[in-house]
């Protein structure tokens, strides 16, 4: 049985269509979430493999990047946007 991590949380539903890991980080106000579904990376390993590494992505960049007034920059939270839609 696969079990959720830090910023992963397993969804195995049975009343809901969607069965794989959503990936949800928050930092300074800012929330970035993912979904990966087991069908779409063929099984819940490949799914989850596929979520720890964007994970490791999006947390590398925000973890390096400059705080204005506090709050995330406008270019990270874009760069994190791209990143979660490559994924």
């Not at 990966?36 to 490791?56: I, M, N, V």
């Amino acid at each position: 049985m696969l079990k959720s991590q830090k910023n992963l949380t397993r969804f195995t539903y049975e009343t809901t269509a969607f069965e794989g890991w959503r990936l949800c980080v928050s930092r300074t106000g800012t929330t970035f979430t993912k979904y990966f579904s087991d069908k779409g990376y063929g099984c819940p390993r490949d799914s989850l493999r596929a979520a720890e590494k964007t994970r490791a992505k999006l947390l590398r960049l925000i973890d390096n990047s400059r705080r204005i007034n506090g709050r995330l920059s406008k270019a990270t939270i874009e760069k994190a946007q791209k990143i979660l839609e490559a994924a």
